[in-house]
């Protein structure tokens, strides 16, 4: 009996740890606002506002502004970092190269960087980074309506999209 009840309270604990992992849901920025971490570089004197990652898995999407200290504005930037697959001799490597989002508006495209994690019996895993430089008006206008944008490369593109209450709440912090 005491086993049969150890294993019933192990089991409701787990369970319940299960539930209270719930989704987060991006368009309320209430659930924004305490995620957005702020940092202060004191050798550079930069600070760094680095919203939550609203991806799952292993890929990442979150808006970052910064600023340094002789700097009186914030620079907003979206970044994403894809993690793809592809099996070689079928498709290869994506190589994001521009955006622009629902509206026709090419944006800012800085590729960051790229990483190749692991290559077995043809399948290749790997990582391309880019960030999409973005204004303050840019993101106060998409406040109600979220970012809808596509980024495009050489053999593939993906479309992604931003929450406005994701970027309420981050704007409401990085100021």
């Known amino acids: ?3 049969l009840i150890l294993i019933y309270t192990s089991f409701a604990v787990g369970c319940i740890s299960v539930s209270s992992n719930r989704k987060i849901d991006w368009t309320d920025s ?3 606002i305490p995620r957005v971490k702020v940092k202060y570089d004191e050798f550079n004197k930069t600070t760094e ?3 939550p990652d609203i991806m799952e898995y292993s890929d990442i999407l979150l808006l970052r502004a910064w600023s340094h200290t002789n700097q009186p504005f914030l620079e907003y930037q979206i ?3 894809e993690y793809l697959s592809y099996y070689k001799g079928y498709e290869e490597f994506c190589n994001f190269n521009s955006a622009y989002d629902s509206e026709g508006n090419k944006l800012i495209f800085t590729y960051i960087d790229s ?3 692991f290559t077995n019996y043809g399948n290749v895993d790997y990582t391309e980074v880019y960030g999409i430089t973005v ?3 840019y993101l106060d206008k998409a406040k ?3 970012i809808n944008f596509k980024v495009y490369g050489k053999r593939c593109d ?3 999209y931003i929450p406005g209450g994701y970027i309420q709440g981050f704007l409401s912090v990085a100021k």
């Open 135 to 137: 204004s303050k008006d």
């Open 79 to 81: 970044y994403v970092s």
């Open 115 to 117: 990483d190749i994690h």
């Open 144 to 146: 109600n309506t979220g």
């Open 30 to 32: 209430n659930q924004t």
């Open 1 to 3: 009996m005491r086993i």
């Open 49 to 51: 506002y680095i919203g």
């Open 158 to 160: 993906k479309t992604h």
